[in-house]
């Protein structure tokens, strides 16, 4: 099953949000004799009108679970993108004959794709990179919003729950708990407190001159080496990484998505194996 299954302009939200969610909720719910019906279709014949017409019936379910993520200050737009990769997988791997439901099939594959678009890109720093450390980070986000600071007694609670130590449900709290510091003082803070500010008692030392050369070596090198990495790529997927990561100006998926005359999924999937393909040629 590959993009050929794709709703044109309804798998990638664009600028409107409110204007996809409007026509997704327009799409018509399938009774469970239709759902079966198309997705006997799909299993045992490969069609692709049947796949395409059970994906577009989810895409409102899809919206549903974005918005539970809400809280994570991710676009809505990408994750409900995401999403409805997760909703493709599961309808590519749905057996009618197993007598549940599409959407209990898929909110699996829709919350494992949300999941990793969040890891990656909510904070800098990686919160959780093991598959016990996933499950420790969104079992503990949803206790955070009810809970303070766990008590002993929860903690451990939550330890044998996840089949983790409580040393590891005190660690992941305490990712969790942690907030990005402005590096200097405010414009407001007085003498008495700007001296908290970090730019008062860490040091410095990027005019080093030891470190400058080791930095400007490093780069040097680096630099060599992602050129010859891109070398090794076709035309269209250099371009496409020069514009999403290397220009000043980076242009959306959906702006490289018009100028190529494909989907924006399938920009993601050039970008996504290009990317892949820099990354072991760079560590070669």
Do not use: C
Request: aromatic fraction near 8%; glycine fraction near 4%; hydrophobic fraction near 45%.
């Amino acid at each position: 099953m590959g993009t050929s299954l794709q709703p044109v302009g309804v798998l990638a939200p664009g600028a409107n949000l409110n204007a996809y969610v409007q026509a997704v909720n327009g799409f018509a719910v399938l009774s469970a004799e239709e759902e079966k019906r198309l997705a006997e279709e799909l299993y045992y014949h490969q069609d692709l009108d049947a796949a395409r017409r059970l994906v577009m019936a989810h895409l409102r379910f899809v919206v549903h679970i974005a918005k539970t993520y809400s809280g994570y200050g991710l676009s809505q737009a990408d994750l409900i993108q995401e999403g409805n990769v997760g909703l493709m997988k599961a309808v590519k791997r749905f057996n009618p004959e197993k007598g549940v439901r599409l959407v209990s099939f898929a909110v699996h594959w829709i919350k494992a794709e949300m999941h990793e678009f969040i890891l990656r890109n909510w904070r800098i720093v990686k919160v959780a990179t093991t598959k016990a450390q996933r499950k420790l980070f969104f079992n503990l986000r949803g206790a955070k919003k009810r809970l303070a600071w766990l008590t002993n007694d929860e903690a451990e609670a939550v330890a044998s729950d996840l089949n983790v130590d409580v040393k590891q449900v005190r660690e992941m709290e305490g990712r969790l708990s942690a907030y990005d510091a402005a590096f200097d003082a405010g414009a407001d803070d007085d003498d008495d407190t700007a001296y908290q500010a970090p730019a008062h008692y860490l040091e410095d030392k990027r005019f080093d001159p030891a470190h400058q050369l080791e930095q400007a070596d490093w780069q040097e090198s680096s630099v060599n080496s992602l050129t010859q990495a891109l070398e090794g790529l076709d035309d269209r997927s250099r371009d496409i990484i020069q514009q999403r990561w290397l220009n000043e100006d980076k242009a959306t998926l959906h702006e490289l998505a018009a100028q190529y005359g494909v989907s924006a999924e399938r920009i993601r999937q050039l970008e996504k194996n290009a990317m892949k393909k820099v990354r072991v040629a760079m560590e070669a």
